[in-house]
């Protein structure tokens, strides 16, 4: 063997002093892992949650605590195990509240859990465990407070976006649409029946509380709901292609994904062309991913005025572009998500891609 590779060898040999640490046999730490793991989870819904009695009882096992309460900003103390009697253990949460410092009676010490510079609870713990010991549970405790507030707040925003997606019904199509219907009452009254069917199930679908999640065909179903509508108001303007694999109708998406694709192809595609023109929705199975296009021949636009789109800087009469990718690159994550193709003069095509199974993603 070279003797620097020689030399390489011997110096990734561990020395004497290391061996002792081998010898005195260390406790495996997975147990301990893995109760932190379920106390950050047992926290994620916050302290008034339902399973904060379970995240007490973790801290007590981590700790090796005689008891271990958990209080909200209200001062309720969920407890588990026993504190001592001649301690207040509500006078200390009140004072922790109040104050906002670490409190000490006897064995007991309560401590403030603070979340963005905020006052979340307090925790109280009796027993020997040391005081360093205790500050690391209380920063686990509130590095799990403060991911729940973060979850919290992406769903919120998630609904947020999804009720925006809902208000963004175009007035100008429904007064059209309505106008049609009403026109063909006296003439065609079958027409008239069928179409205000559709002006139902259309506003049904758009407005109605959903679940986060749908599938493909409700989704198709949509589609052609409303494409029906707009055939009825721009004529012979407007045509219309919608084909889709039945492998794909069961597949599971987020709700109301397709339809602003479709509305942002008639109402900036073909709406604004005298002639008119075609729209093209297709749905088909890639391997393990669905993919679904929307495409028109109309007007296009520069693809500088898509990324801005796409990024939520560009125009506010587009429905939803970047709302639509954004929840879908949640969902699905960075991979997905919309992909616009178009050039001035060349209409455009929207591509969905995400798939066919998704763990979480049920309608």
Not at 39 to 45: F, N, Q, Y
Not at 114 to 129: I, Y
Request: glycine share 8%; charged share 25%; hydrophobic share 45%.
């Amino acid at each position: 063997m070279p003797g620097g590779r020689a030399a390489s060898v011997a110096a990734r040999t561990p020395s004497r002093s290391r061996w002792p640490l081998r010898a005195r046999g260390l406790r495996d730490p997975a147990p301990t892992l893995e109760t932190a793991r379920h106390v950050a989870e047992d926290l994620a819904d916050g302290l008034s949650g339902p399973r904060v009695r379970a995240a007490a009882r973790g801290i007590r096992r981590l700790l090796a605590a005689d008891a271990v309460g958990l209080s909200d900003l209200s001062g309720h103390l969920v407890a588990v195990g026993t504190m001592p009697s001649d301690v207040d253990t509500t006078a200390m949460v009140e004072d922790v509240l109040h104050t906002e410092s670490q409190c000490r009676r006897a064995e007991v010490v309560a401590l403030p859990l603070v979340v963005h510079d905020e006052l979340a609870g307090v925790l109280v713990v009796s027993g020997t465990a040391r005081m360093a010991a205790l500050r690391e549970v209380a920063s686990l405790g509130e590095a799990a407070l403060e991911r729940g507030r973060l979850e919290a707040s992406a769903e919120e925003a998630a609904a947020a976006e999804l009720r925006a997606l809902r208000a963004e019904i175009s007035p100008h199509f429904v007064y059209n649409a309505l106008t049609v219907i009403a026109g063909l009452v006296r003439p065609d009254p079958d027409r008239s029946r069928e179409l205000m069917l559709d002006f139902a199930d259309y506003i049904r679908y758009s407005l109605a509380r959903h679940g986060e999640y749908t599938t493909v065909a409700d989704e198709f179903h949509a589609i052609e709901t409303y494409l029906a509508l707009q055939r009825a108001v721009l004529g012979e303007r407007l045509r219309v292609q919608v084909r889709v694999a039945p492998e794909v109708l069961p597949v599971s998406i987020p709700y109301l994904v397709l339809q602003p694709l479709v509305e942002n192809a008639v109402r900036h595609g073909i709406e604004r062309r005298p002639e008119g023109g075609t729209v093209t929705v297709l749905g088909e199975a890639e391997g393990t991913d669905c993919v679904i296009s929307v495409e028109d021949d109309g007007t296009g636009m520069d693809p500088a005025k898509a990324e801005r789109l796409l990024a939520g800087t560009g125009e506010s009469d587009s429905v939803g572009l970047a709302n639509v990718d954004r929840r879908l690159r949640n969902v699905y994550g960075p991979w997905f998500g919309l992909v616009v193709e178009t050039a001035e003069g060349e209409g455009t095509r929207v591509i969905v891609r995400v798939p066919r199974f998704q763990p979480g993603v049920m309608p």
